[in-house]
Each structure stands twice: as structure tokens, then as C-alpha cells.
T-cell receptor
């Protein structure tokens, strides 16, 4: 089955710095990708969904890159602020409709 | 818009007892419902995927005997954690979709086992 590896598990940056989180996956038939944010004690908040036909998606304060050749998905927070401190999860879905999550990255943004 | 509700939001049960949680889809038809568990400090594990008119498919390490699921119509699903023990504690998420690939997640049911 699909294996999703997410790095790094912990990330600490200063306010205004960029923060990059990367996921790699194994199933070449995967074609729908997600990034979620989870604040302490809360559920998942969808940040971005990406189809395999697009390579770059921009949101508010972040960019998602998809490299299908390398089976790599990344989330780049361009200028992090303390409100971005949370756990971030990538998720990958394929033709079998099952979604697999990465192990998560705990991001801390220091003022 | 599409919304997914889960009940209860938080629950506590004694070790060895069972706990039923519910998932309600509003604004769309939940043709498939997936249940996930997030154990403390861990990621979300897929427990099972239920698709209307198909058998419920459980992932490795999860069984129908331990996590029976009901998906009687296009707006509702429930899952029971039978004989809950400490390792069953965590956040249980319901994700529902209507045919397409976007899955709408509920807020989760947080289970504490004493």
C-alpha cells in the first residue's frame, strides 16, 4: 500500500523566516494531495488540495509544490508568524479512494 | 456547503467498556465514509473505508470485531470501539466524500479511556 514519509518531524523557525515541510510517497498512481493544519486539541483544517495536473499552488502565505517524477510534495510557508505554530500533515489519495497521512511536522514559530 | 458533524466531541469511558461515535454529513451525499484514529502524538491511521453498496474494508491492524461500523444511508455513519483499552485513546475522525476525491472531515471525537 501507499507509504507517505514526512520530514522534518519538528521544525523551529524565527518569525519572518520561511519553513519548508516535505512529503514523499510511493504509489505512482496517487493523484490527489492535501495539506492540513492541526492546532493543539483541534481537528484538521484544510490548507490546500492539489491535483496531480498542477505543480504549483499558492495560498495565503504559503506555496505547495508537487513533483510527480520524484513523488514529492512540499509546503513552503514563505514568511512564518507565530500563528502558524501547529502540526502540519500531508495526505495522499489515489484511485482506491483511501487517504494516507504523513507522520506530521510540529512547527514552532518564535517571535 | 458540505459539512460533517461528529458526536460526541469528547467522551470518557472505562477500560473494557464500549463507546459508539457518530458521523453526520450535511449538504452532500456521503457515498463513502472513512474512519481514522490519531493516537496521542501520532498521525492519522485509516481504520476502515465504507462505501455504499460495498463491503466495509478494514485496514491492517483494525478489525470489524473491534471497530464495527454502520453506514445505513447517505448521510450517516457510526463506529463503535468495543472493549476499549488505553491504546484506543485518541482523536477519531470521520471523513466523508460524495463520489469525487475531496474528503470532508468532521471535528472528531476525542476518546479518553480510564
Amino acid at each position: 500500500g501507499e507509504q507517505v514519509e514526512q520530514r522534518p518531524p519538528h521544525l523551529s523557525v524565527r518569525e519572518g523566516d520561511s519553513a519548508v515541510i516535505t512529503c514523499t510517497y510511493t504509489d505512482p498512481n496517487s493523484y490527489y494531495f492535501f495539506w492540513y493544519k492541526q492546532e493543539p486539541g483541534a481537528s484538521l483544517q484544510l490548507l490546500m488540495k492539489v491535483f496531480s495536473s498542477t505543480e504549483i499552488n499558492e495560498g495565503q502565505g504559503f506555496t505547495v509544490l508537487l513533483n510527480k517524477k520524484d513523488k514529492r510534495l512540499s509546503l513552503n510557508l514563505t514568511a512564518a508568524h507565530p500563528g502558524d505554530s501547529a502540526a502540519y500533515f500531508c495526505a495522499v489519495s489515489g484511485s482506491n479512494n483511501r487517504i494516507f497521512f504523513g507522520d506530521g511536522t510540529q512547527l514552532v514559530v518564535k517571535p | 456547503g458540505a459539512l460533517v458533524y461528529q458526536y460526541p466531541r469528547r467522551t470518557i469511558c472505562k477500560s473494557g467498556t464500549s463507546m459508539r461515535m457518530e458521523c453526520q454529513a450535511v449538504g452532500f451525499q456521503a457515498t463513502s465514509v472513512a474512519w481514522y484514529r490519531q493516537s496521542p502524538q501520532k498521525t492519522f491511521e485509516l481504520i476502515a473505508l465504507s462505501t455504499v453498496n460495498s463491503a466495509i474494508k478494514y485496514e491492517q491492524n483494525f478489525t470489524q470485531e473491534k471497530f464495527p461500523i454502520s453506514h445505513p444511508n447517505l448521510s450517516f455513519s457510526s463506529m463503535t470501539v468495543l472493549n476499549a483499552y488505553l491504546e484506543d485513546r485518541g482523536l477519531y475522525l470521520c471523513g466523508a466524500r460524495e463520489g469525487g476525491y475531496e474528503q470532508y472531515f468532521g471535528p472528531g471525537t476525542r476518546l479518553t479511556v480510564l
